[in-house]
């Protein structure tokens, strides 16, 4: 995201901004540290390393999508977390954080509505476009109804727009209707019509590093911890399972304990298999891929989306990467793979961080006059996670799993080591 934000600040402030990155030479580092420090630059722009900016009047902290994992620093030291060194910078500066997200960190949450943290401001529904901007680049969708609103008192020319519906697929009917094909029927029709009627696609599949899990293809029941209630992960080494919360370890059944079917499989396609397809699907479609191996520099991403955002490519397949908060006016259409790949990760957050990713994917559809529409696709459609995502509900989401969290003690009600 930081191309695009950088972007966009250029326009409205332009040469006195400052870009800090992991991937700058010593040389440009160097200088952007210089210009900070003598005050030539006052906004600074990056990840997280952004905060140790040499700045000696702060004002204003800003952290984006706050709730994303990325704000975490493990490797290498020092370990730490950006929001709470943000926090505490603002502390010492006497200055204002502000914590965006659609989809905030549920500790952050917490913080806000039940403790005095943090101060809850809510946007509660989405901007489109100032009235004059509609009108110029307004067009027809034929299935599609849309009810453009103005925003509120006073902003009687901003319009405001709802979210895209969410067509939640079970992929255990498509089965058993006899198709095998990674694309259920819904989704291949819409990929067609949408390219068909020259709109943009996402599709994402959200395979992170080799994390496989196990489930029956039949009921749709994933080999949980007894203790911890987090999935199994299957290790090639010794072919067992194992938690990764309290390293319980058990055999692979050879029937699901559930409906006793013997359909249980291991679970692990990724980004490049979902391009394949889409290729058997539409040979002429223009398809771009990105992930961590399409990706080599900080250049590369930006190549990807500038290609994407100039439409010269008609479909975009990628990781967790193409559901942050891109702005892509053509794209009317999100599909949602595998909705448990993300569900099954070993970690007591899945659930959250599978509502997160959801609800964060389905934003990217629908964000022009033409509107939106997303598949989801899962063998588990009865999920919290999922169901929540599918509403839009994110305050029905953060209520259920309070009360998970709370049973288990899990944070925010303690701390993990």
């Not at 019509?193 to 039949?218: K, P, W, Y």
């Not at 949980?224 to 309290?246: D, K, M, S, V, W």
Request: glycine share 6%.
């Amino acid at each position: 995201m930081t191309a695009q934000t950088i972007r966009r600040f250029q326009a409205r402030f332009g040469s006195s901004i400052g870009v800090i990155h992991s991937r700058l030479s010593d040389g440009e580092r160097y200088d952007t540290w210089l210009k900070i420090r003598s005050g030539q630059i006052r906004l600074v722009i990056g990840p997280r390393s952004a905060l140790f900016a040499p700045m000696d009047d702060v004002g204003l902290i800003v952290l984006d999508e706050e709730h994303d994992g990325s704000y975490k620093q493990s490797t290498p030291a020092p370990s730490y977390h950006a929001r709470d060194v943000a926090l505490q910078l603002a502390r010492q500066h006497n200055a204002l954080v502000l914590l965006g997200s659609a989809t905030p960190d549920l500790v952050s949450y917490h913080g806000a509505r039940e403790t005095d943290q943090l101060t809850l401001l809510e946007l509660p529904r989405r901007i489109l476009a100032h009235r004059r901007h509609l009108e110029q680049q307004r067009t027809t969708h034929q299935e599609i109804q849309i009810e453009y609103k103005p925003f509120g008192p006073g902003l009687d020319q901003v319009y405001s727009i709802d979210l895209p519906p969410v067509h939640v697929v079970d992929m255990r009917h498509e089965l058993r209707a006899g198709n095998r094909s990674m694309f259920s029927r819904l989704l291949q029709q819409e990929i067609l019509r949408t390219l068909a009627q020259h709109e943009q696609v996402i599709l994402l599949m959200n395979r992170r590093g080799a994390s496989t899990f196990v489930m029956c293809r039949d009921c749709g029941t994933t080999l949980r911890c007894p203790q911890c209630e987090i999935p199994l992960t299957y290790h090639l080494a010794g072919q067992g399972l194992t938690c990764h919360h309290c390293n319980h370890q058990q055999a692979v059944p050879k029937l699901c304990p559930i409906c006793q079917s013997a359909r249980i499989k291991y679970f692990g396609v990724g980004t490049q298999r979902v391009q394949e397809a889409v290729h058997e699907l539409a040979p002429t479609a223009r398809v771009l891929r990105w992930d961590r191996d399409t990706t080599t520099d900080y250049r590369t991403h930006d190549l990807i989306l500038d290609q994407f955002t100039r439409h010269k490519a008609d479909v975009l397949i990628g990781t967790q990467m193409v559901a942050k908060g891109l702005d892509l006016p053509l794209v009317t259409l999100v599909g949602v793979v595998s909705a448990d790949t993300a569900l099954n990760l070993p970690d007591f957050r899945a659930a959250e961080r599978t509502f997160q990713l959801l609800a964060q994917v389905a934003g990217r559809a629908g964000r022009g006059p033409s509107g939106g529409r997303v598949v989801l696709q899962t063998y588990t459609p009865e999920h919290n996670a999922i169901q929540f995502a599918a509403r839009h509900d994110y305050a029905g989401f953060y209520a259920q799993e309070r009360a998970f969290r709370q049973q288990m003690n899990y944070p925010p009600f303690a701390r993990l080591l």
